[in-house]
């Protein structure tokens, strides 16, 4: 008997009726219905897990999405233009956000409102909570898109209350040019460091790269610093800014790249012109991060 309430109770979550329980979404339901979108007729809901949805969204697969579902919108009048609705659901909020900036680019994390959206031609993309959005249209025009989006991010809204994005991201996310990325499984440049965002500041009319991770303890990201340094193949070494000690390396095509950390964070530049210019940054980013942490803010250790 246990074993079927066991068996009863996996199929209510995983399966067609996992909207039944409370607090679970169930993910057709954010797609719109026949009456959120007047003169249009959904077709069939297709749905993508596993192997399948690897398939299907190779490119999002640095950030594992769970489960897709997907469906197909036509006019009632039998017009050109067909409408495309995906739902990609991740496992966190800070997973939806890379893929969305894998396909549209860095996101702007300043708004309270918080969320993203951007257009590429017939299609529209979104963000909120652990959803990213796609809608393709096949000629059916931008009026028609924002309608659609307009209904999948109140529903979305509605499922998902709170963003979840990290507080953090906003503070780093001002001043920066465009937005933030977040790759997953970090930067050629930074080996061996996981979940780098990247952002732009300009800095006496260049654009600088930045960069920026939370390891899991303050010892995590002393380790991850020292095993920088400690392999010649990596090309680090020591130097001097101020009274900080960061590293230093040259990136072949880019310039000068600068790492230090303080407390559990890493962070750096991957692009100055100069010893001084990246030396002045790189002390930029650590007064902003003993300030973030609630240390002195005076560019000393």
């Known amino acids: 008997m246990k074993r079927l309430h066991l068996a009863l109770i996996v199929f209510l979550v ?15 339901d954010i797609l719109p219905r026949e009456t959120d979108v007047p003169g249009w007729t959904p077709g069939e809901l297709r749905r993508a897990r596993g192997e399948e949805l690897q398939r299907i969204a190779s490119g999002l697969g640095e950030y594992e999405p769970l489960d897709m579902v997907t469906k197909d919108y036509r006019r009632v009048s039998g017009g050109d233009g067909d409408i495309r609705v995906e739902l990609f659901r991740f496992r966190r909020p800070l997973d939806s956000f890379g893929a969305f900036g894998i396909e549209g680019g860095p996101a702007d994390v300043t708004h309270a409102s918080g969320g993203a959206l951007f ?5 529209l993309h979104a963000r909120w909570g652990p959803l990213y959005i796609r809608i393709r249209s096949s000629g ?5 898109l924002d309608r ?18 990290p507080d953090f991201l906003v503070a780093m996310g001002r001043g920066a040019q465009g937005g933030v990325l977040y790759r997953r499984k970090g930067l050629d440049a930074v ?5 780098v965002f990247l952002l732009q ?3 006496n009319g260049k654009p600088l790269d930045l960069f920026f991770s939370r390891g899991a303890s303050v010892e995590d990201a002393r380790r991850s610093f020292a095993d920088l340094l400690g392999r010649a193949d990596h090309g680090w070494h020591l130097s001097r800014a101020g009274t900080i000690q960061p590293a ?7 310039g000068m790249a600068f790492l230090h950390h303080h407390k559990e964070w890493l962070y750096g530049v991957l692009n100055a012109d100069t010893l001084d210019e990246g030396s002045g940054m790189i ?3 650590h007064r902003e991060i003993m300030e973030m942490t609630g240390d002195r803010a005076d560019g000393s250790e």
């Open 14 to 28: 995983s399966g067609p009726y996992c909207g039944i329980l409370p607090g679970v979404v169930y993910l057709p």
């Open 119 to 123: 257009r590429s031609g017939g299609s």
């Open 140 to 144: 059916s025009g931008e009026k028609a």
């Open 148 to 165: 659609f989006a307009s209904v999948v991010l109140e529903k979305t809204r509605r499922a998902f209350p709170e963003d979840g994005l």
């Open 191 to 195: 080996p061996g460091v996981k979940e």
């Open 201 to 203: 500041r300009e800095i």
């Open 248 to 254: 230093v390396r040259i990136l072949p095509g880019r």
């Open 283 to 285: 002390l930029d980013l």
